[in-house]
C-alpha cells in the first residue's frame, strides 16, 4: 500500500507556470504507475499525463501536451507535473495516483491509490 500527498498548487495568470508535487510513503514507490488527472468543477474526471516506473516512458492528454511534462524521482518517492503556459481552462483540482499493475494509462479505474489532490487556479 501506498499513501500519497499532493502539494504546489495555488492561483496563476494565464501564461504562467506551476509544479505540482505528488509525495509517496509506504511500499516502494518505483513500483507503482504514477499518473496525474484533474477534475474541473460540474465535470468528469480526466487524465492528464502517466509515467512509467523507471521514468523512461511518458504519456500525456493531447490537452496538455507540449505544455505540461511528468516526472518522477523515485530516491525521494516523489512525481512532478511542470505546467507551463498555463491557461484558464487548466483550472481544476490536481489528483496523483497510483497504479500496481495496468495497461490502459488513461483510466482512472486503473490506479488504485489516489491523493487528496491539489487546487490549481489558473486566472485570466
Known amino acids: 500500500q501506498v499513501s500519497l500527498v499532493e502539494s504546489g498548487g495555488g492561483l496563476v495568470q494565464a501564461g504562467g507556470s506551476l509544479r505540482v508535487s505528488c509525495a509517496a510513503s509506504?511500499?516502494?514507490?518505483?513500483?507503482?504507475?504514477m499518473g496525474w488527472f484533474r477534475q474541473a468543477p460540474g465535470k468528469e474526471r480526466e487524465f492528464v499525463a502517466a509515467?512509467?516506473?523507471?521514468?523512461?516512458?511518458?504519456y500525456h492528454a493531447d490537452s496538455v501536451k507540449g505544455r505540461f511534462t511528468i516526472s518522477r524521482d523515485n530516491a525521494k518517492n516523489t512525481a512532478y507535473l511542470q505546467m507551463n503556459s498555463l491557461k484558464p481552462e487548466d483550472t481544476a483540482v490536481y489528483y496523483c495516483?497510483?497504479?500496481?499493475?495496468?495497461?490502459?494509462?488513461?483510466?482512472?479505474?486503473?490506479?488504485?491509490?489516489w491523493g487528496q489532490g491539489t487546487q490549481v487556479t489558473v486566472s485570466s
Open positions: 495516483a497510483a497504479a500496481d499493475s495496468i495497461t490502459d494509462w488513461t483510466s482512472s479505474y486503473g490506479y488504485k491509490y
Open positions: 509506504g511500499r516502494t514507490f518505483s513500483s507503482y504507475t
Open positions: 509515467i512509467s516506473r523507471n521514468g523512461v516512458s511518458t
